[in-house]
């Protein structure tokens, strides 16, 4: 637990077990394309500095991802305000550099970059361009991650996400993290405050 100022603000709770032998099967990699044929952060977000209200959104988002390489499937949420679609989105990531084989430090890894995107889902329903552009406040109530098996953050994953409900200033995100060789790897949920503004 961590206190702020007396109060509570963050809880963690999590279990352990040694690898055994057990029945195996799993929901199937969704389609994606190549990550290496998707554009980088840096061709990106650049290229679209205008969609955002000062030019230091960009700097910060570019900071963010230094150590990741995180590549958008289809275009997302600040490059697609005032356009509801589904609720669905696709991300591929993985370090910038090797990482030593301590699997611990692949799970931190992903850990981080599976709060990064997850509640942009919840965005894209209503056309919402998100914490970026400043059209919604939110914040991370809640995450909850399974590990199922073993994976490199430092090779690419796929963070295949979707929101099945928003409501009260509230969202849900769920989503599934796969190697890319189709190995389904993580199961993460994550509620999050999501408020309009009022002007």
Same mark, same amino acid.
């Given at each position: ?23 195996? #099967? =799993?929901?199937?990699? *969704? ?14 977000? *650049? ?15 570019? @900071?963010?991802?230094? +150590? ?6 289809? +275009? *997302? ?8 679609? @589904?609720?669905? /989105? =696709? ?15 692949? %799970? ?5 970059? /599976? ?10 329903? #209503? ?5 970026? %552009?400043?059209?919604? %406040?939110? !914040? ?12 490199? +953050? ?8 979707? /929101? ?10 769920? !989503?599934?993290?796969?190697? =890319? ?5 993580? /199961?993460?949920? =994550?509620?999050?405050?999501?408020? %309009?503004?009022?002007?």
């Amino acid at each position: 637990m961590a206190v702020q100022h007396g109060l509570p603000i963050f809880h963690l709770s999590a279990s352990f077990q040694i690898h055994e032998d057990g029945l195996e #099967h =799993q929901e199937p990699m *969704p389609s994606a394309p190549d990550p290496e044929t998707l554009p980088t952060a840096e061709e990106l977000l *650049p290229a679209h500095a205008d969609k955002f209200p000062d030019l230091t959104v960009v700097d910060r988002l570019l @900071e963010a991802r230094a +150590a990741v390489d995180l590549r958008y499937v289809e +275009a *997302p949420p600040f490059l697609t305000a005032g356009v509801a679609r @589904e609720p669905r /989105s =696709q991300v591929w990531f993985r370090t910038r550099g090797k990482l030593a084989e301590d699997p611990l430090l692949h %799970v931190c890894l992903a850990t981080y970059v /599976s709060d990064m995107t997850l509640l942009d889902s919840v965005l894209l329903a #209503h056309g919402r361009g998100g914490w970026a %552009v400043g059209d919604v %406040v939110g !914040a991370s109530l809640d995450h909850a991650m399974w590990f199922h098996r073993p994976f490199r +953050a430092d090779e690419w994953l796929l963070y295949d996400q979707q /929101s099945p409900s928003a409501s009260g200033g509230r969202g849900l995100g769920t !989503a599934r993290i796969y190697t =890319q060789d189709g190995r389904l790897a993580v /199961s993460v949920i =994550q509620e999050g405050l999501v408020r %309009v503004p009022r002007r």
